[in-house]
């Protein structure tokens, strides 16, 4: 491989992934996602945009301080500010980055109220403040596609001389083609002065369902570092997904002979992971890492599959780490092969964590005959999500339900305080979240109730999410449970939970990262 061939990858599931509304991730669960991102070879890591709030400051410098391999970056808007701040927390890491970006598009230059020549001169006094402090800095003309091309061409040549390493060049909002995103790369790399001297990066949204397209198109033109995030997770329809860039390079190197330096067999935990925390489901249909990528349900399909392979399939579910032979486990198994399943779904657990899931899992398989992998990612998110030190614990409960009424009497441990209801509601869910409520009075507003069958049949277990909001801050609780309605309380009384730290631990509006543009 040599250089020009190799394509770094920069992931962004910590800072624009968690940027979509009500993905917000726990601390904790952000250093465990960084740790997996290091483990699977991504180039750079985005930790966080440190002026956002302090969680995200927090978390930025702790990744900063963890991560073995990786650049970690932080995103810094275009003012000393930011810029200081972000280094503060990235100056930890082996290998730190600051990202600084500004609107440059007309709608945008509107917004900071700059004109064409403030804006250069802002340009050229933050990036060289960023440089002052940082050997790695990345520039970001945001809203890159609807600037028009020559400023974009002028804005690009300051930051350069200022001392960007890398210039990014972002779809904000999802608007190019795949021609026009490999045009704009090409232009802009045969005619700004020191072009030749920096990486050139593509980020692209994907509100036409173009991102992944772009991003190649834009490593065709010569860009070589591509900004995307695990599931494509990010504001509105998302991001590049990581997994669907890195497998197209491998699957078809015969086009674009790229080369990253990503372990493909990390993709599906680092997925399952990243869709547990942010509480954001992968759909069945989603490319490579969707519950239905590799399965064939037509009979001529399947024929195919058995007698060759390749007939159907472009690539092997090993390569991104799907090994399970999905051989049903039941009330008979042990804890031997409880813990030999979980390592082959990526799960390695201490002693201790085993002990607590067999416990959970012996309870599930006196419920349901057959316990399949989906029942077992399911029962460690459950178990992850929902612990026995939570402030609120779901201690008991009954539903009435049927066509004279529904009726919950529910029983919560509230500070080790055993607290009980009984309500009535539009429904059993409705009479529950009341229940909820009368024990434990909340502002919180419920933004998302969400239910899934993770098997078939009848004692299929269902996953909730529960989103809710209060003072700007928004968190999803998920559980699993054969019982659909137990599910809802604790997905419930787990966002209850997760609202309660959130609030001890930032101000109101702490992590709505709706901070504004304005610089
Ligand atoms: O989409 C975007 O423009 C961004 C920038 C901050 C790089 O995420
Ligand atoms: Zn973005």
């Known amino acids: 491989m040599t250089d020009e061939n190799r394509v770094f990858i920069f992931d962004t599931t910590l800072r624009d992934g968690e940027q979509s509304p009500g993905a917000t991730m726990t601390h904790t669960e952000k250093l465990e996602i960084a740790a997996l991102l290091d483990e699977m070879g991504v180039d750079i890591i985005e930790a966080g945009f440190p002026i956002a709030s302090e969680g995200d400051f927090e978390a930025v410098s702790d990744i900063a301080r963890q991560t073995k ?269 409880l813990r030999s399943k979980l390592a082959d779904l990526g799960f390695d657990l201490a002693d201790n964590q085993l002990n607590d899931v067999f416990v959970r899992f012996k309870a599930l398989a006196d419920r349901k005959k057959e316990i399949y992998d989906d029942d077992l990612i399911a029962l460690m998110s459950d178990s992850a999500a929902n612990t026995d030190s939570d402030y609120i614990q779901v201690k008991w409960l009954r539903v009435i339900c049927g066509s004279d009424g529904q009726e919950a009497e529910l029983k919560l441990l509230v500070d080790g305080i055993e607290k009980s209801a009984s309500m009535t509601g539009d429904g059993p869910v409705d009479a529950c979240f009341k229940a909820v409520k009368a024990i434990y009075p909340t502002q919180a507003h419920l933004k998302l109730y969400q239910v899934h069958a993770v098997t078939e049949g009848t004692d299929a277990q269902a996953t909730v999410s529960v989103r809710l909001e209060e003072e700007g801050r928004i968190v999803t609780g998920s559980a699993a449970d054969t019982d659909t309605i137990l599910a809802s309380v604790k997905a419930y009384v787990g966002a209850l939970n997760r609202l309660r730290v959130r609030s001890q631990k930032t101000a109101p509006d702490a992590d709505v990262k709706s901070i504004s543009y304005k610089l």
């Open 69 to 337: 391999n990786a650049v970690i970056c932080g995103l810094a808007r275009a003012n000393f500010k930011d810029i200081d701040r972000c280094w503060e927390a990235v100056r930890h890491a082996v290998r730190p980055r600051i990202h600084t970006f500004i609107g440059t598009s007309p709608l945008h230059r509107g917004i900071t109220n700059l004109d064409q020549d403030q804006m250069v001169e802002r340009i050229h006094e933050t990036v060289s403040h960023a440089r002052n402090l940082c050997d790695n800095v990345q520039w970001s003309p945001m809203d890159a596609i609807r600037t028009e091309r020559d400023y974009l061409a002028r804005v690009v040549e300051v930051a350069i001389k200022a001392g960007a390493t890398t210039i990014n060049i972002p779809d904000t909002v999802g608007y190019t083609l795949p021609s026009e995103s490999a045009e704009i790369i090409r232009e802009l790399i045969e005619r700004v002065p020191g072009a030749d001297e920096v990486i050139f990066a593509t980020h692209c949204h994907n509100d036409l369902g173009m991102a992944t397209a772009n991003a190649l198109a834009a490593v065709s033109a010569g860009a070589r570092q591509i900004e995307c995030t695990i599931n494509g997770l990010g504001e509105r329809a998302g991001n590049t997904a990581l997994e669907e860039v890195v497998m197209a390079l491998k699957v078809r190197r015969d086009l674009m002979p790229y080369q990253t330096g990503i372990d493909t067999t990390k993709i599906m935990n680092l997925s399952r992971r990243v869709a547990q925390v942010s509480g954001f489901p992968v759909q069945f249909n989603k490319a490579i890492v969707g519950k239905n990528a590799f399965l064939h349900e037509s009979g001529i399909h399947q024929d195919g599959v058995l007698k060759n392979v390749e007939t159907f399939e472009i690539m092997k579910p090993a390569d991104i780490g799907i090994t399970e032979t999905n051989i049903a486990m039941g009330k008979h198994s042990g804890r031997a092969a």
